[in-house]
């Protein structure tokens, strides 16, 4: 079965009720030592001096409600991750309105690299929080030196299609694996004059269309082909140029239209 990566988003809803966060029931519970290092060194780091908090976090004084969201870790609601993050890409993904089929196909293919869990399913139930992946935790450090060789070496146990629509901060968490079949579309938008640009809005929403149509295939995506084909359908280009090393991800160039 294919493996989309997904980003997490910077925002994020709290939800109202739910239960309280178990890291062993997450997907891939061989990160749960990691995952109790990270989360005990945040809130640590967020109950302690404000004005440091703010420096590693990079929050403002008015974001103060971050850090009380991060103190809260271990009793605060969690909800699927699909419910907890927001922003452009997951606005354009917009699973609530999915049929349960649509949903359920989706959950299971999809991981989201997060800076305070490691790889986790777009159905996994977690809090809100606040943590980016290049983000320097006392202690532990770059998140990147934590994350990477587990993810990795998670990913290199799957032989599947791997579509990777994580921005390059995340990808550092969980670098893909060598001779792997791997795709990064990379998102253009098609201008009036001179060449297609990459913009960053519009990247994330085509990103949240792609997988959306991916979800509604009425036949799986199990090739670069096949996710071509979907792409097109979409209305956008596809251009793959050669890849001349084969140990590295495939690149796809996908334009589409101006806003």
């Not at 409600?65 to 927001?86: D, S, V």
């Amino acid at each position: 079965m294919t493996i989309v990566l997904l980003p997490p988003s910077e925002s994020k809803l709290a939800p109202d009720s739910g239960p309280t966060l178990h890291l062993s029931t997450l997907s891939f519970p061989e990160l749960t030592e990691h995952r109790e290092r990270v989360r005990s060194a945040v809130i640590k780091l967020c109950s302690g001096s404000k004005v440091k908090a703010r420096e590693v976090l990079d929050i403002s004084a008015k974001q103060d409600f971050e850090l009380l969201r991060n103190q809260n870790l271990l009793t605060a609601p969690t909800a699927p991750a699909w419910q907890i993050y927001t922003g452009v890409l997951y606005d354009a993904l917009d699973v609530a309105t999915l049929n349960s089929k649509q949903t359920q196909h989706l959950t299971s293919m999809t991981y989201i690299q997060s800076a305070l869990f490691g790889l986790i399913s777009l159905a996994d139930e977690i809090p809100a929080y606040r943590l980016s992946g290049d983000c320097q935790l006392p202690r532990i450090g770059t998140l990147a030196k934590l994350w990477a060789k587990d993810c990795t070496s998670l990913l290199t146990e799957r032989n599947e299609l791997i579509i990777d629509l994580r921005s390059g901060t995340y990808t550092k968490l969980g670098p893909l694996p060598a001779n792997s079949e791997t795709v990064v579309p990379k998102i253009l938008r098609r201008t009036p004059v001179g060449p297609p640009k990459v913009v960053s809005h519009h990247n994330k929403a085509t990103k949240g269309r792609i997988l959306r149509a991916i979800a509604q295939a009425k036949s799986p995506v199990r090739t670069i082909d096949d996710l071509v084909k979907v792409i097109i359908g979409l209305g956008a280009e596809v251009n793959i140029p050669q890849n001349v090393n084969k140990a590295k991800p495939t690149v796809m160039e996908v334009v589409v239209a101006a806003l």
